[in-house]
């Protein structure tokens, strides 16, 4: 039984990629191959610059997508679908993946999946390990910083969002105020090992609260009334107590956060003494502080923990891939008239009938 084969591309940021994958749900699949081309234009302008990313995919998709068919080793005619993340992400990046994707479906007569992005980076734990549903998830990304209920594909319940900033955009902002390059969330890491936590007592936005929810604006201007206060210029040693100080700050909200969703996930889903599945996912979950706070946190709280490996927690083709696998599986496809969207909360995929439930 070796499942679906579908190729799956991603174009919603800067990484132009894709990947061809296998494998029947609930997992593990097989990579057949997984190329990834990363656009490094970006670091110059501190941030990712839309109308450069688009035109960057424009540019390589082409190649990236033939150098992926020839690794895998097997032809488009072994491929059961074409799948592309459809959103949410930078339009016009969004637009150039799925209209790729309805050519080769059209070229081919195979169906397209239209992949939402936050769905890929919830499903990879799949990719890599067997994780039944359901399992609490907590995504956190550049873009997004959730915990949700995951009972299925397409079926997520809300715990709880940031108010403001997403995890990974508070890690590049700080790095960016402390003059390093984008993307700086492992820049962030490398240094914080290196400095010392409790010279800067930084905020703890939402611990204690009710609910699940996140705020990580309050850390970051914490974080730029310190680097505005020390004499210039900043010093390395500097640099590092205040990268170590706000990961201190995130390890404490995201086991605050975590715990309070872990609780109603048990009360929701779990008996008292079942282990439940708890998975992190996204780009910032490749940081090894956050995995080892989280690790403790779960064994704490009776939750078996899972982690795609690093390299397939930041953008991707593998995770589109694998997301279209288990589409595909439970006949999830589209029509090609499809449109790419901007914004598309998970929340949404959950079918309307549901919506009582
Ligand atoms: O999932 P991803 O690749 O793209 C989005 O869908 O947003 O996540 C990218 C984000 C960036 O903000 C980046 O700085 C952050 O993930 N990130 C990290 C680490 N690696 C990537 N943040 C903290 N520590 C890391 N090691
Ligand atoms: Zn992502």
Redesign the pocket.
């Known amino acids: 039984m070796h499942g679906f084969t579908v190729l799956g591309i991603e174009t919603?940021?800067?990484?132009t990629a894709a990947a061809i994958v296998r494998g029947p749900p609930p997992g593990p699949g097989e990579i057949l191959s997984n190329v990834i081309h990363a656009q490094l234009d970006h670091e110059a302008y501190g941030g990712v610059v839309p109308e450069i990313a688009a035109r960057a995919h424009v540019e390589m998709l082409d190649g990236v997508v033939e150098r992926c068919l020839e690794k895998s080793g097997i032809g488009l005619d072994k491929i059961d679908a074409i799948a592309a993340t459809a959103g949410p992400?930078l339009i016009g990046g969004v637009m150039v993946g799925l209209l790729t994707a309805k050519a080769l479906a059209l070229s081919t007569r195979k169906p397209l999946i239209a992949v939402n992005?936050?769905e890929a980076?919830a499903l990879t734990a799949r990719l890599t390990a067997r994780v039944d549903f359901p399992f609490l998830l907590l995504l956190?990304?550049?873009?997004?910083c959730q915990l949700m209920a995951v009972e299925g594909v397409g079926r997520y319940r809300l715990y709880g969002a940031t108010i403001d900033d997403?995890?990974?955009?508070a890690?590049?902002k700080t790095?960016k105020l402390l003059g390093l390059p984008?993307?700086?969330?492992?820049?962030?890491?490398?240094l914080a090992a290196q400095g010392r936590a409790k010279r800067f007592p930084f905020p703890r936005p939402m611990l204690g609260r009710a609910g699940a929810d996140f705020s990580f604006s309050g850390l970051k201007t914490a974080v730029r009334q310190t680097v505005s206060e020390l004499a210039v210029p900043v010093t390395d040693s500097d640099k590092a107590d205040i990268a170590a100080g706000f990961?201190a700050a995130v390890l404490d909200v995201l086991r605050d956060r975590t715990r309070t969703a872990m609780q109603k996930f048990r009360t929701e889903f779990g008996n008292t003494n079942d282990e439940c599945n708890f998975v992190v996912?996204?780009?910032?979950?490749?940081?090894?502080?956050?995995r080892g706070a989280l690790t403790d946190l779960a064994n704490q709280e009776g939750f078996a923990l899972h982690v795609p490996p690093?390299a397939l927690?930041?953008?991707?083709g593998a995770m589109i891939a694998w997301a279209g696998v288990e589409r595909l599986a439970a006949g999830l496809t589209e029509s090609l008239d499809f449109a790419p969207r901007a914004r598309w909360p998970l929340i949404d995929l959950r079918p309307l009938n549901e919506f009582a439930k």
């Open positions: 919603s940021c800067d990484e992400g992005h936050l980076h956190i990304s550049g873009g997004h997403a995890l990974g955009e890690y590049d790095a984008y993307p700086g969330g492992p820049k962030i890491e490398v990961q996912a996204g780009g910032v979950a490749s940081n090894a502080a956050i690093a927690c930041t953008d991707n």
